[in-house]
């Protein structure tokens, strides 16, 4: 068990260009969360998955953003015409939903810097 | 949606203090976890805590429903306690939970040698 992997770790990346990243959860985990964090301030849910199925989508979730989850096991976040507002940590998280504990294993993170 | 606030916002100790942190949070829920986030940035699970207490070495936490919050204890602290404590919540249904966590601003805490 490698623990939750996310590639890159750092993104600079121009305004309006697109962006994607990779979560690759436990392998025993079925759900599969993204989350965005800024400055200061706590995650904040954007999406989640259980096996292949995206179960909840959050408002903040905007059409530029679209994630995947093929076959229940990696996990992609894609970012269309990137703005600067952007910019911010992005977290993926994993779980085994029906044990008992459904504590979250988080990944390192990819930092996400447009300019 | 669920409101969660952590207190206190800033906290600082000598080593070797114990301290006790604060979450409350505005509904029912059947996900609590507390998380340690290091100066390096990475989430670490500390507990899972919907209800009741639970103990992991010098840390604890108590989790009571009914009157929405749970503390988290640290005890002896050490400088590599430091950093950025959140509390994050969730709801669901029959026992399950819905997935989403809702995270609280988090209590910074800095312990000095």
């Known amino acids: 068990d490698t623990g939750v992997s996310q590639d890159p770790r750092h993104k600079i990346t121009k305004r309006g260009q697109n962006v994607t990243f990779r979560c690759d959860p436990i392998?025993?985990?079925?759900?599969l969360y993204w989350y965005r964090q800024t400055l200061g301030q706590g995650p904040e849910f954007l999406t989640y998955?259980?096996?292949?199925?995206?179960?909840?989508k959050s408002r903040l979730l905007s059409d530029r953003f679209s994630a995947e989850r093929p076959k229940g096991s990696f996990s992609t976040l894609e970012i269309q015409r990137t703005e600067q507002g952007d910019s911010a940590m992005y977290l993926c998280?994993?779980?085994?939903?029906?044990?008992?504990?459904?504590?979250?294993?988080f990944g390192s993170g990819t930092r996400l810097t447009v300019v | 949606g669920i409101q969660v606030e952590q207190s206190p916002p800033d906290l600082i100790l000598q080593e070797g203090a114990n301290s006790t942190l604060r979450c409350n949070f505005s509904?029912?829920?059947?996900?609590l976890q507390w998380f340690h986030q290091n100066p390096w940035g990475q989430l670490i699970n500390l507990f899972y805590?919907?209800?009741g207490t639970k103990q992991n070495g010098r840390l604890s936490a108590t989790t009571v429903a009914t009157e929405r919050y749970s503390l988290l204890y640290i005890s002896s602290s050490q400088t590599t306690d430091s950093g950025v404590y959140f509390c994050?919540?969730?709801?669901?249904?029959?026992?399950?939970?819905?997935?989403?966590?809702?995270f609280g601003q988090g209590t910074i805490l800095t312990v000095h040698p």
């Open positions: 392998s025993e985990h079925n759900r």
């Open positions: 994050a919540v969730g709801v669901g249904a029959g026992g399950t939970s819905y997935g989403k966590l809702t």
């Open positions: 998280a994993s779980s085994l939903i029906g044990r008992a504990n459904y504590g979250y294993t």
């Open positions: 998955f259980q096996n292949e199925a995206q179960l909840e």
């Open positions: 509904d029912s829920v059947n996900n």
């Open positions: 805590i919907p209800s």
